[in-house]
């Protein structure tokens, strides 16, 4: 019966839907004067960034990504807010499986690999595809992979916090020094210097590292809550 | 000066309340204070005519005070000050008496506030803080609170919103807030406005003048509250009711071309309220149940009068107006009087206190015979002119409704008096004393005032002429009445004075033939000593006569009395509740069920988008 | 320059971010910094407001990217109203919540910086510009929000807060919808931008789109029927986040959805909807409320009756609605601030938060039951004090737009209300008190917070003007389209580096 | 209605069709399914949906990757007019800025999401969401 | 001066006449009756006996200061009612109190008796006076119905609430009011039943049950003022039937033999009946006699 209502709700929602949207004539543009032209052109042009997208995400809608920042870090805080019980004890954690000899000699090459490449991802985030959360995530995967592997691997809760609360006031601010410097928030108030070179782009590579660094942190702070929660 | 008299009354509840905090004899002091004070300000410092404005919240405030007003005021602080005078004694030693002297000026405040109001919205916001005031006395027993109190605060709020209503109608179509104005540009409303306004406004007041079917808050709400306070709760703040009803019916109906509907409707709430509040009166055992109908009833009298609306029923309404707040507030008093000495209210557990508290049963006496309309005190002044007025404008049948409520009135009189007063004197009260001379001396002030009236109704009736003089009546001193002498339009005449004076005469020469034949031998036994069927009654045997007393006449009423008004609300709350009960399922607890809500309230707008945005 | 808007949401996040380090340092440093922010802000929000009303609208760019290309913050009469008033709120609360948790300090820190914000996110939904941020800043609200309500762990708490974040799930995913929808035609997310083309959209799209708004948003406005999680949330939440649920959330809700409505679209029959909606919400809420047997659940409910009333009188569509709806707004935000902030005193002994277990409890609180008192008697528009004031302006505007029959249903619906209020005041002052009953003094700063909300009802209620014109600047201001399109696009020419 | 059903064109919005039906599905499963973790799977897949309808939106045919990469640009003088035609190949990319947001706000949610599913289960001990309503009325 | 001494001249005179005529209606009321049962029955001055005799008697205990008063209250409104009530056509015997517009007074007065000898009953602490009292109340509140009706209806037929008006009308037209306003008759005469209170609604007194009713506390000075109140009433009563609807009377003569023609049919009526219950007796009068009185008000309105 509620299956039958579900199935009958969504067919009218997905009729719905589909019929508006097969009016897009996919694949090509139809609206003028939208802002992507603008982006396309202002990012090359005038910020020296060779990824439009991570101007887009860092610059242009660079308060969107203050906000997702925000949601990550919230994101922890709320996991560790509804999982608390009581004061943590470092390694006082679930045993879910052990893992073999290969596995743990394996992780423990592959983790600065790992790292690395997830450092490289987001230093490069404005010159080829990627950026912080990119590399961010990466970079916590390779956590993930050391706390999987090793029942009794450390992170330190305070590192981890450090790391992440400095990388949110830097992005932060930042934000506060374009506007004292430009007038605006997240004003680009360094230069620019040239196309597709590493130190290009003013602060958005700045804060794309900081948004790296403060993923990474986050998310491996999510794993680790989730796995450290005491029953 | 009204600025001065509002600062007194708001000041002095709020001092009197934080003086309870430090002590109870500067709590009184500053009560009595206050309540003396604003009554010496409003009877030597204000003038008639005189107005205020001010403006707030974008709204222009006008206060001024006419002869209308001055009228009802007079009512207000008339019984205000002799209440506030009994309250000291009466509400000695009970608890929280900082809110209960707190309430009491607010509510005197808002009642002075009510009629000294020129525009609609401080006349609102008096109306509420007068109902808050006196919603605070309902509950203040702590007695039935979720009943009683419940009851009333809905009803009034009832009513206080359908004056709201036509209130934000007015202000919608003329933009304005003085009553003056919305009366001047009443004409120019929309038919249909002219009929709902009224209406509306009605609603509000027949709630406070507890007219049918509106009237089931109040006897609950006029027996739970302290006595002190219930003596001006009748007295005086049902007035409002009755003020509001005949600046309604004055200045609204009387330009509606199909007014008599109005009137007639109106005029036969008021008599079936009569008659059914009678018949509750007589049904009931608690004295204070027993005048909180019989307010009802007396309302209902002035209500026909309102809506009658000729020069002498609104004359005789204006005159019942004043005096029942002058009898029912010495009964009310009364049995607050009995209450404090006995501890009981119940006509079933105290009798035969004629001699242990001899004013208190002379007030009630002299009360109780202005209330059943008997010459020669005032109330027969009212209901003669009543009774004229209706005969003159051809209401025949309402007179016999009328007539009816006033004679079955006779049998709850008789029960009151009975009941406290008369009867076998038991041991169980010998211990009870009269009430202190705080409590008497107001009870016995008003009723002597009501023997002046019945011989000279014309100091009561001038201020009444004034008043209505102010809303548009021709002056009627002269040729319907004088200092002593009643006319109808018929050109009959009563002439009190010759009346009261024989009927004195006859009475004071059979009280003496019969008092000095056997002067010497006569002597008092108790109320045990009596013959009854051959024996005598023992000590501890009472056989006073106070279960079922009326049964008989009950039985023969039963049929109308079977439907009660308040058990239909009740059953009409309980369906409502029910459904609410119902509907509250609707949360059912479960989220999927709220999520998949979301997806219907989304199809379902989804399938209407063409009829909804359209 | 006072300062800019940006400092809004800037200046908490910052904070936010700090609190985790100063808690290293100096303990006391995690509850007393949120209090120093939202004072300033405050202080910041009303010199602002004060200039808005008289200058006009301030359009803070961000990035120094103009509008449509960059995202913009406006302070408009309508915005900066909407702002000071949440900051006031949350700085109330901030005041009450003050000693929250003291025992535990992690615990602390977390309530801190999620009630942060939950502050900031609500003040970002009203200030920003940019739908898409908008999106942003209700996910920040609502994550915020879904963990403050699963904060206390011994309860049902999590079971609400799920509901909640289901039902939020969906939200989000009917405003990705619309954004989606939105800019496939007109390629830009500029709100003002999208209001001056949304002439250019064909019409499924736009309607499609605005039932997609009314669904996403609408969840966050607790419009019946997709308020399921409202109650739940409310009751379960610590009595500050049910505060601030109230006085903040849900303000932010509808005003994106009025936004949405009054703006973004110029689609017919938006005003009867939005009626017909709120007479629904309204209904339901308060029927489902006289039954109730818990406070907090009873004062949910009563919280989304409310917010219905509000829905109506934004539907009416006019100035004095829009007036009214805005006052009822505030006089909402700061009345059922209080019943909640007190009513948790009130039940603070007992686990389940029943009715009945207030009996006779003014004894022991009085000023917490009075305060109660006052609040439930504002509330159902008693004069003289602040809640007259709304309901009147409400009912004045009906009367205006000849919408009788909504005169009739708000005053029944109201009358409603005035029973469950009062059944609880009798029951708190009047009603034995049981003897086992062992009750939670409040606390100084929650008594001061609750005497500040208590003030602001009396100030208002004797003294509306000191409202009423920032009021009609606001209700100006949201209706004159024009003006914001305007204001917002014209700022300035490119912003370059 | 233009259902193009038999239309080769159809073809095309392919994307469009998979994420609706991706999104009909993470909402069946959230709407139907009884297990918390699946409600929350079913959330993440609808997540999931959306992202590929916004991406969609943003598609160009034949259009590039919105990066001015150095083989790319080659060595052309990054004039205003050279960068606008190398920009009108390229595929949208604000759709992408926003499904990255997008992305990480729904993944916080998600977290959010399981860490309340633990509580839940540590409280009642069950899964079953048609048992969890402690809360009702 | 002049006028007060010439009102109580009259007062005076018109008591005696009242006494004696209704003590001589009251005697010839128990002879008839036991005639017509068989019986020879007391002479009909017999009541005068008993007057004479309780007058004369030595009261020696009261019951309260009600008690004492509650005779005089009767009083009042008997002497009050033959005040007021014209006796002979066009005033001619003494006018004493009479006033235009005493109709609505009139009612009033008459309660006023009744009450205040409630009251004095009720302060003997008897259960039976209180019972009684209660029964009376019960009954007035019943016949007032009818009562008032017929009076309404006369008082809308001519327009005036005056005695000597009506009066004037039947001698100018030579036309009775009863034969005129028959509906107002019939309701008035129902009515006159009740206010007699002789069987059937004599459950009041009813003697073997109640031992009299309101009276039984009271013997002696008291009982005697109140037998004479009660005649005196009963003669003020019936004159002012035979006011409102037989024409009045020219002289003394006709008067006597028109109120006790009159009175000749609560007494034969009540001689012929059982007693009815509180609520029956209440039930009647808001029976066919309320009916009555509607027609009556019907027919003054219409015609």
Known sequence: MKKILVLSLLAVFGVYLAEVLFKIDFGHQFFLNGVKDFYLTASPDKLKVANVVTSIVVNFRGFDTLGEVTVLFLATTAMSSILYKGRHKLGERAVLFSSSRIVMTGSKLLFPAIILLGVYVFVHGHLTPGGGFQGGVIIATGFLLMLLSYQDYQVSHVVLSVVESLAGITFASIGLIGLLNGGTFLHNFLHTGVLNNLLSGGVIPIIYIAVGFKVGAELTGLIYTALNEKD | MIYILFSILLGGAILTFLANKISGLLRDTFFLLTMLGATLIFYTQLHIGGLVNFSIGSFNLEWGVNSFSWYFSLIVLGLGTLAAFYALSYMKGKENLGFFYFSFLISILSMLGIVMSHDLISFFIFWEMMTWSSYFMVIYSGKNVQKNGINYILFSAFGAYAMLTAIALVYANIHSLSIVEMISNYGQFSPALQTWIPILFLMAFSVKAAMMPLHVWAPGAYSDSPMAYTSVFSGALSKMGIYGMILIFVTMISHLPDDTWFREVFAWLGAITAIMGTLWAIAQDDARKLLAYSSVAQLGYIITGVAIGTDLAMLSALFLAALHALFKGTLFMAVGAVERQTGTVKFSEVTGLIRKMPWTFIASLLAIIALAGIPPLGGFVGKWMLYESLINSNHYILVIAIFFASTSAFLYCYKFLFGFFLGQEEKEWAHVKEAPALMVVPMLLMAGFLVILGTFPGILLKPADTAMQTLGFAPTEGHLWSMSVLFNAWGDQVLLRPLVYAIAGIFLFFLIILTVKGWKNTRYVTTKDISSSGEVPLEHENLTFSVNFYQPFLRAVGPVMKHRMITWYREFGAGMETIFDFTRRIYTGNGQTYAIYVMVFLVIILLLQNTIFG | MVGSPVLFIAIPLLAAFLIPLLGFVWKESVRILPGLVLLYLLYLSLTLMEQVVHTGTIVEVIAGWAPPWGINLVFSPLTGLLTTLMILMGFIIWIYSYRFKNIDFQEAVKYFILLLMLITGSVGIVLTGDIFNQFVFIEITSISAYALTAFYKGRDSAEASFKYLMIGSLSSMFLLLAIALIYSQLGTLNMADIAAKAHLMKPEFKILALIFFITGLGIEAEIFPLNGWAPDAYAQAPGPIGAAFSGIVVKAGVYAMIRVMFTLFDVAGTHQFLIVIGIITLIIAEMSAVRQEHLKRMLAYSSIGQMGLVIVAFGIGTEEGVFAALFLMLNHAIIKSLLFLSGSYLVYHSTGKYISEVDGIARNLPITSFLFALGSIAIVGMPPFAGFWSKWSMLTAAAHSNLILIIGLVLSVSLIELVYYFRVLNRIYFFPKKKEVVVKKPTINALLAMGLLGLLILIIGFYPDSVTGYLHAASQSLLDKGKYIHDVLSTGQLLLP | ?137 | MHEIIQITWGAIVSFILAFTVGITYMGLNRKITARIQNRIGPPWYQNFIDVIKLGSKQTSIHHGVMQHMGPAFIMVTSVMSLLIIPILNQNRFFPNLNFHGDLVFLLYIMVFGPLGMALGAGQTGNPNSAIGVTRGLSQMAGFEIPWVMALVALMIQYKTTSIVDLMNIQVETGKWLMFSSPFAFLAALLAMLGMFRYAPFDIVGAPQELASGPMSENGGKYLFVMMSAGSVFAFAKLTLYVDLFMGGANNLIILVVKTFSLYLFPMLYGIVSPRYRTEQSVRYFWGWPSLFGLLAILHAMFF
């Open chain 4, 1 to 137: 209605m233009e259902f193009k059903l038999f239309d080769l064109s159809i073809v095309e919005y392919a994307f469009f069709v998979t994420s609706v039906l991706i999104i009909l599905i993470g909402l069946y499963a959230a709407l139907v399914k009884k297990t918390l973790i699946k409600i929350v799977i079913g959330l993440s897949i609808l997540d999931a949906g959306i992202n590929l309808l916004l991406i969609s939106i943003g598609y160009l045919k034949a259009g590039t990757a919105p990066i001015f990469s150095p083989a790319l640009v080659k060595n052309m003088p990054l004039t205003l007019e050279n960068i606008k035609k190398l920009s009108e190949g390229m595929v949208d990319p604000v759709p992408q800025a926003l499904v990255l947001t997008a992305i990480v706000i729904g993944f916080g949610v998600t977290a959010v999401a399981l860490s309340l599913v633990i509580r839940l289960y540590r409280h009642h001990h069950t899964l079953n969401i048609d048992e969890i309503k402690n809360l009702k009325w």
